[in-house]
């Protein structure tokens, strides 16, 4: 199955969780999930008893969504954090976590993983000196990601940019909002990983 490409707010609707992939719409009473608080289709007002096995497909289904996967990629994923000593759901976010697209929208260049994902495709970053379009691509602890010269004065950056107050609030991140830069200091903890998922659900999926 390819990319989705439907209302995303359906998405958050269906997951029965708010999963913030609009950017600042999310944030406003205009938010789909506020304002329809119910699975969407014909039969969304009904409520079901959720099997174990349907909890944690839809948990996979989550994370998948919110960080911008197909299944495949997610599954590789999965394979490489089991592969990985310590705790495979752990693992599996931390991973996730490193992900260009992931770590642009966490330094606050998008307003959300979708538009981060385009920023880089098109080519306006750069890690390390160099343009990246990959938004895959797997940063390691030390490395400068910073807007391309020819991209800061870009409205949709600049926009993004004025929702940081004050310090940043990722303590695994460093950002220097003047120059449009930021380095990636370590690989976060699950404790700073700010996602209510429960990823041992997905560990049980795929155990099976």
């Avoid at 999310?26 to 039969?43: M, N």
């Amino acid at each position: 199955m390819g990319r989705h490409t439907g209302p995303v707010c359906k998405i958050c609707r269906r997951e029965g969780d708010k999963l913030f992939l609009k950017g600042d719409k999310c944030h406003t009473e205009k938010c789909p999930f506020e304002r329809k608080e119910y699975k969407p289709g014909q039969h969304g007002r009904k409520r079901s008893r959720r099997s174990n096995y349907a909890m944690q497909l839809r948990e996979k289904q989550k994370i998948r969504s919110i960080y911008g996967l197909q299944e495949k990629q997610f599954r590789n994923y999965f394979e490489e954090a089991d592969d990985i000593p310590g705790v495979t759901g752990q693992n599996l976010l931390k991973l996730l976590e490193r992900r260009l697209d992931n770590i642009v929208f966490r330094l606050g260049f998008a307003v959300s993983r979708n538009q981060a994902r385009q920023f880089v495709n098109h080519g306006h970053l750069l890690v390390n000196g160099r343009r990246t379009d990959i938004p895959s691509y797997r940063l390691d602890p030390g490395d400068k990601i910073e807007v391309k010269e020819g991209s800061k004065k870009m409205e949709p950056i600049h926009d993004a940019m004025q929702r940081i107050k004050g310090e940043h609030s990722k303590s695994w991140l460093v950002l220097n909002k003047g120059k449009m830069e930021g380095i990636f200091v370590q690989i976060p903890e699950r404790d700073q990983i700010d996602l209510d998922i429960n990823e041992q659900k997905v560990v049980e999926l795929y155990s099976k």
